[in-house]
């Protein structure tokens, strides 16, 4: 059974090339995935298609009225689904959570605009609130996009080698060792010389030590959890 996602937006086309391109693309193409994407107009009754208001207590910009989202979401969840609202002030991503998500049968993302949502959908209709990082996005569609590339990896068949997943960043907590192809020289800089010996044990410590070197320069907060 391909895992089924459902995306809330108001803007469905931002998602177009995303889901045909590159691994995802083949992954849907292969019925790994099956992702479906809804314009939250569709669920909006008057005729402007109001899917937004001002917020109460006064203040800058719109939220997202609750009637649409109960809607939308009352017609597309399953039971057992996971809805997940994209959001910056929710769980930071991490590669756990994109893995327990690609387990599910049906998660629906519901992306905000403006300021944010109502509050009662918060309450009543997410379980769950995901953040890609600590900045502020205008939407939550391309959030939505990053969430479900990151868990479509964790799909068996979704990537080519299975192995790949083995040794990326963040694996055992560290970040990933350099990588480089043909030419082995190239304008005067060469490829380190163990990388061409063939002795697979000294290139594993070595790619083990850039591993530690990297994440000791980039993201020394890795390194001590991945000692504890
Ligand atoms: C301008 S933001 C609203 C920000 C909100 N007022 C706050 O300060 O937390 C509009 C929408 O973009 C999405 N968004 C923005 N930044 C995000 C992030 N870092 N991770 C996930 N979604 C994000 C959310 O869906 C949010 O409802």
């Known amino acids: 059974m391909p895992l089924t996602i459902d995306v809330i937006t108001l803007f469905p086309r931002m998602l177009d090339g995303f889901l045909a391109e590159s691994i995802l693309g083949r992954g849907i193409g292969a019925k790994r995935l099956d992702v479906r994407v809804h314009d939250l107009r569709e669920w909006t009754t008057d005729k402007h298609r109001t899917a937004d208001d001002r917020p109460f207590g006064g203040g800058a910009g719109m939220v997202l009225k609750p009637e649409p989202v109960f809607a939308a979401m009352e017609q597309l969840q399953t039971p057992g689904c996971r809805r997940v609202y994209l959001t910056p002030d929710g769980e930071p991503l991490s590669p756990a959570i994109a893995e327990e998500l ?127």
């Open 102 to 228: 690609s387990r599910e049968e049906h998660v629906i993302f519901l992306s905000g605009h403006y300021e944010g949502i109502d509050q009662r959908i918060r309450d009543c209709v997410i379980d769950r609130e995901i953040s890609i990082g600590d900045y502020v996005l205008t939407n939550g569609t391309l959030a939505a996009a990053v969430v479900i590339d990151a868990l479509s990896r964790f799909i068996p068949g979704v990537l080519g080698e299975e192995k790949s997943l083995t040794h990326e960043s963040f694996t055992g907590k560290l970040l990933d060792f350099p990588q480089y192809t043909r030419p082995a020289e190239f304008r005067g800089m060469s490829v380190p010389e163990v990388l061409l010996s063939g002795d697979h044990r000294k290139i594993e410590d070595w790619r083990h030590a850039q591993r530690v070197e990297k994440t000791r320069k980039v993201r020394p907060d890795l390194l001590k959890q991945h000692q504890t």
